[in-house]
C-alpha cells in the first residue's frame, strides 16, 4: 500500500454529518494532495463515539462537493489487531509503562518546571514491580503511557513554521483499553503511506508528539500543514447548533451543493463571489503559500425544521 508517491489524506470521525468547516478541511487536504501529485486516503476514526449511517453520509458529502480518494478506505476498528501488535512492540523494546494515575492526580501533581499544564509528570514511571502489584490490587486499570527520552521534539508546518512540543509521556492506551489517538493516527497514517497531513489548526499542538512517535515506529514524519478553522459569528469554532451547517441543512435551508462549493472557494480566494467553480478548477488555482491564514467566519442560514 506504501508507495513513492506519497499520500495526503482526509480522516473523519463518523461521529455525525460533516459541516461546512470539516468540509472546507477536507476541501483543502484534497487541494494540498492532489496539487502535489500525491495520492488522497480517506479513514474513518471510528473507535471513539459513532452515529449509525454517519460514515456512508460523510463519504456521500465529500463525493458530491467533488472529492476523491483512491482506495482502500480504511476503518480504525477493523485494526485493533494492528495497533495490539504495535504496543507488543513497544512493551517488547521497554518503551512503556503502566500508569494508574487519575486525571485529577496528574492536575494535581507538582509538575516539572517548563512543563505545560497537564503534561504527564512522570509519576508511574519507576514504580517497582510491587508497587504495581499493589495499585492494580487496588482495582486501577492503569492506562499504557510512552516512555519519552526526549524533552521536546520539534515539527515543521508548511503554515506555521517550526513548532516545538514538550514530549511527556502521553498515553498509548487508556485505563479502559482503547488505543488512544495519538497512538492510531501514527501507525495508520504509516500504513496508508501518508506524508503530508492536512487537517484543522486545532491539532497543531499535537504535531510534535505524532511525530516523535513515528520515528520510534519506524515511519518518517509527514510533512504538515494546520489549516485555519470555520468560526461561527461568535467567533468559535462551528459546530452543528450553529444553524444550517452540514450539506443536507444548507440544501434544506435552499442552498445548493454547486454554491457550497462556490462559499468555500471563495473563503479561500480561489473564487470570486457567487462564481460557479468545480474542485477540479478549483486545482489549477490552488497554491498552499496564498491560503488566508485567518480563521473563515461564517454565519449559517437558520435551520429550517422539518
Ligand atoms: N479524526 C480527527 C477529527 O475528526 C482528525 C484527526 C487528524 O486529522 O489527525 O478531528
Redesign the pocket.
Known amino acids: 500500500m506504501v508507495d513513492s508517491i506519497g499520500a495526503g489524506r482526509?480522516?473523519?470521525?463518523p461521529s455525525g454529518d460533516l459541516h461546512i468547516g470539516?468540509l472546507r478541511t477536507a476541501l483543502l487536504a484534497w487541494l494540498f494532495a492532489r496539487s502535489s501529485g500525491r495520492h488522497f486516503r480517506l479513514r474513518f476514526?471510528d473507535l471513539d463515539r459513532t452515529a449509525d449511517g454517519a460514515a456512508e453520509r460523510q463519504r456521500d458529502d465529500l463525493a458530491a462537493i467533488g472529492l476523491d480518494w483512491d482506495p482502500p478506505e480504511m476503518r480504525q476498528s477493523s485494526r485493533l489487531d494492528v495497533y495490539a501488535g504495535v504496543v507488543t512492540e513497544l512493551m517488547s523494546v521497554g518503551r512503556t509503562f503502566e500508569c494508574f494515575c487519575t486525571r485529577r492526580e496528574i492536575l494535581e501533581a507538582p509538575s516539572a518546571p517548563h512543563s505545560p499544564p497537564g503534561a504527564y509528570p512522570g509519576t508511574c514511571r519507576h514504580l517497582t514491580e510491587a508497587e504495581r502489584a499493589a495499585r492494580r490490587a487496588s482495582g486501577r486499570r492503569p492506562a499504557i503511557r510512552l516512555l519519552s527520552d526526549t524533552d521536546t521534539f520539534t515539527v515543521t508546518d508548511e503554515l506555521h513554521g517550526a513548532q516545538t512540543g514538550t514530549m511527556d509521556d502521553f498515553v498509548l492506551v487508556r485505563g479502559d483499553g482503547t488505543y488512544a489517538?495519538n497512538l492510531v493516527?501514527v501507525v495508520d497514517d504509516g500504513a496508508q503511506g501518508v506524508d503530508q497531513?492536512v487537517?484543522?489548526d486545532d491539532?497543531l499542538s499535537?504535531a510534535p508528539r505524532q511525530a516523535y512517535l513515528a520515528t520510534l515506529l519506524g515511519i518518517r514524519p509527514p510533512v504538515y500543514a494546520h489549516v485555519p478553522m470555520v468560526l461561527n459569528t461568535d467567533h468559535i469554532r462551528l459546530a452543528k447548533r450553529d444553524g444550517a451547517v452540514t450539506l443536507s441543512d444548507l440544501h434544506a435551508a435552499g442552498i445548493t451543493t454547486a454554491q457550497v462549493v462556490s462559499l468555500m472557494a471563495e473563503s479561500l480566494g480561489l473564487a470570486s463571489p457567487g462564481e460557479p467553480v468545480s474542485t477540479q478548477a478549483l486545482l489549477q488555482r490552488f497554491s498552499p503559500q496564498r491560503l488566508p491564514r485567518e480563521p473563515w467566519i461564517f454565519e449559517p442560514p437558520q435551520l429550517v425544521e422539518d
Open positions: 482526509y480522516a473523519p470521525s470539516n476514526e489517538y493516527v497531513v487537517r484543522g491539532l499535537s
